[in-house]
């Protein structure tokens, strides 16, 4: 780890004018950024510590929706009844990441800028244009089981790590930030960046901005929602294939739909396609399985991770069949 300057903001204002200042980083439970400061893949000159701002809230808003401050714990937030009872797919989804002593540290902002496990990002003797533009990306030509088939570029076939952010972008949530230049809000759906040529660009956010919240708009069928995660190991392993759905189901039919893919995509996926595919057809297991691959359709698998594409496919499936005997 190179040497760096550590500063204790107490409040926002305070938090966002020294991070405004120079190569700067938020840490809060820090169990992303440590590790990369480790393995000098992240090199900040400073450090700026958030822990004590007041952010850690659950509220429910007036229209019925849920608003999360940033520095919420993960385990909080998967918990908190009103998580469970109007988006189970989301605690379901937290649950299902880290162990639970990650998640007792890990923060709902630190959750949403976790970056990629891909081994050839994480290790400096490696090309990875994520790391340093241009330099190519050693992952395609090399052992590339667990990297992305959706969303990919000829520059970056990382996949995206988080789990509750495949909840939130089926879910549709806000992000509310606050920088240099004031608040703003942006949906999830905008905020991360496919690689394209600029891998390195992952988001929206500019520098010295602060994520303070993430607003959760109200679901009125969220209760029958589901979030399946297929891994190598039981717990502590990141996806190789994640679904969050959720239905609205009357009388055997489907009137709506948020479908969201993790462990296969380089962003958080919504799956619209298949969600629109499902409006107005009968909820059974073939018409689960027909909106999968049409969720799969745009794949692009390299040498290790085709199998991913139908395992993908089932995961959605099962996570339909779940949702769809929920509520």
Same mark, same amino acid.
């Given at each position: 780890?190179?040497?760096?300057?550590?500063?204790?903001?107490?409040?926002?204002?305070?938090?966002?004018?020294?991070?405004?200042?120079?190569?700067?980083?938020? &840490? #809060?439970?820090?169990?992303?950024?440590? $590790? @990369?400061?480790?393995?000098?893949?992240?090199?900040? +000159? =400073? /450090?700026?510590?958030?822990?004590?701002?007041?952010?850690?809230?659950?509220?429910?808003?007036?229209?019925?929706?849920?608003?999360?401050?940033?520095?919420?714990?993960?385990?909080?937030?998967?918990?908190?009844?009103?998580?469970?009872?109007?988006?189970?797919?989301?605690?379901?989804?937290?649950?299902?990441?880290?162990?639970?002593?990650?998640?007792?540290?890990?923060?709902?902002?630190?959750?949403?800028?976790?970056?990629?496990?891909?081994?050839?990002?994480?290790?400096?003797?490696?090309?990875?244009?994520?790391?340093?533009?241009?330099?190519?990306?050693?992952?395609?030509?090399?052992?590339?089981?667990?990297?992305?088939?959706?969303?990919?570029?000829?520059?970056?076939?990382?996949?995206?790590?988080?789990?509750?952010? &495949? #909840?939130?972008?089926?879910?549709?949530? $806000? @992000?509310?930030?606050?920088?240099?230049?004031?608040? +703003? =809000? /942006?949906?999830?759906?905008?905020?991360?960046?496919?690689?394209?040529?600029?891998?390195?660009?992952?988001?929206?956010?500019?520098?010295?901005?602060?994520?303070?919240?993430?607003?959760?708009?109200?679901?009125?069928?969220?209760?029958?929602?589901?979030?399946?995660?297929?891994?190598?190991?039981?717990?502590?392993?990141?996806?190789?294939?994640?679904?969050?759905?959720?239905?609205?189901?009357?009388?055997?039919?489907?009137?709506?739909?948020?479908?969201?893919?993790?462990?296969?995509?380089?962003?958080?996926?919504?799956?619209?396609?298949?969600?629109?595919?499902?409006?107005?057809?009968?909820?059974?297991?073939?018409?689960?399985?027909?909106?999968?691959?049409?969720?799969?359709?745009?794949?692009?698998?390299?040498?290790?991770? #085709?199998?991913?594409?139908?395992?993908?496919?089932?995961?959605?499936?099962?996570?339909?069949?779940?949702?769809?005997?929920?509520?």
């Amino acid at each position: 780890m190179r040497p760096f300057h550590y500063v204790a903001a107490t409040t926002e204002r305070a938090a966002i004018d020294h991070a405004a200042a120079g190569d700067a980083r938020f &840490v #809060a439970g820090g169990t992303t950024l440590i $590790d @990369l400061m480790k393995l000098h893949v992240e090199r900040p +000159r =400073v /450090v700026v510590g958030i822990d004590a701002l007041p952010l850690a809230s659950i509220e429910p808003l007036p229209d019925g929706g849920v608003r999360v401050g940033a520095m919420t714990r993960n385990s909080d937030m998967a918990h908190h009844p009103l998580i469970r009872s109007r988006y189970p797919m989301l605690s379901q989804a937290i649950l299902a990441g880290a162990s639970a002593q990650v998640r007792n540290m890990a923060t709902t902002g630190g959750n949403l800028l976790q970056r990629t496990r891909c081994y050839y990002f994480r290790d400096t003797a490696m090309r990875c244009s994520k790391r340093e533009p241009g330099a190519g990306c050693s992952a395609i030509e090399g052992y590339n089981r667990i990297h992305a088939v959706l969303g990919v570029s000829e520059h970056c076939i990382a996949t995206h790590p988080s789990d509750m952010c &495949v #909840a939130l972008a089926a879910l549709d949530a $806000d @992000l509310r930030l606050r920088g240099p230049r004031g608040e +703003r =809000v /942006v949906a999830l759906a905008e905020f991360y960046t496919l690689p394209g040529d600029h891998p390195q660009q992952e988001h929206v956010l500019r520098p010295g901005e602060l994520i303070t919240a993430v607003d959760i708009p109200p679901l009125r069928f969220g209760a029958r929602s589901a979030y399946v995660k297929v891994r190598d190991r039981a717990s502590f392993a990141f996806a190789l294939a994640s679904a969050a759905a959720a239905l609205d189901i009357q009388d055997g039919a489907i009137h709506d739909a948020r479908i969201a893919l993790g462990g296969v995509a380089t962003i958080p996926w919504r799956a619209q396609d298949a969600e629109a595919y499902l409006v107005g057809r009968h909820a059974s297991r073939e018409t689960y399985r027909a909106a999968a691959d049409l969720a799969m359709a745009g794949a692009l698998p390299h040498r290790d991770n #085709a199998f991913k594409i139908d395992l993908a496919r089932r995961t959605l499936v099962r996570a339909l069949m779940r949702a769809g005997a929920a509520g």
